[in-house]
């Protein structure tokens, strides 16, 4: 099964729980569609672990942009002392929860693409602009920082007309509406049975603000849940 989700924000526990619930194994993949991190308490454990596994693909979000550029500056001004800067890195974790980064972990990170383009969806964190024709312009023709951080695609409005479904996430659903459940946008006149039926899917849940983590099946379209323990 094919699964995408967004916006973990270092939200460990929660993320392996909502796998245990959805029972990822070997052959599903997840799509996760940026901001792996920062604001949850495990941000370092849980970017160690999605570099790092299987049948996890990942784009890069802003906040990992971030992250990184602090990298870049580190290692610009320690450039006879590589092993300082892992230590150094940190210092960007408030709170961090003692996992050791390492030189492969950075690495993987520094490889993420701005977008992942498959047969029938697109994954990006911000959303993708339209062009005067309202279909989605190409990523490959799209700014980074629009990519990464343009809020406009995800106004229920935004209805782009060509056929890719674009899965995204960055802003919170509960922007746009009451409730903090991945938002799937149906094409009009189409059952819902097949991921070509919608024109996009808002996946971040506001887990920071909301304690609720999901995903979404690309296979059957349907949404999982789990939520924060109080």
Known sequence: ?????????????????????????????????????????????????????DGVRCVLGNHEYAFLTYYWSMMRRSPKNFD????????WFAPYDGSPL????????????????????????????????????????????????????????????????VCFGHTPVRYVSDRDEILAYRRLGRSGGSIDDYYKIHLDTGVYLSGVLGCFCIDDCRARYVKRRI
């Open 102 to 165: 390492d030189w492969d972990t950075m690495d993987k990170l520094e490889a993420l693409p701005l977008y992942i383009e498959e047969e029938q969806f697109v994954c990006v964190h911000a959303g993708l602009p339209l062009d005067e024709d309202m279909r989605t312009v190409a990523p490959q023709s799209v700014m980074p920082g629009i990519l990464l951080e343009d809020r406009s695609f995800m106004r229920p409005q935004v209805v782009p007309l060509n056929s890719k479904c």
């Open 1 to 53: 099964m094919r699964y995408a989700i967004s916006d973990i924000h270092g939200e460990y526990d929660l993320f392996m729980r909502l796998m245990d619930k959805i029972k990822f194994s070997a052959g599903d993949t997840l799509y996760v569609c940026g901001d792996i991190i920062d604001k949850g308490e495990q941000s370092a454990r849980l970017l160690k672990l999605l570099m790092n596994s």
């Open 84 to 91: 300082e800067v892992l230590e150094s890195l940190r210092s």
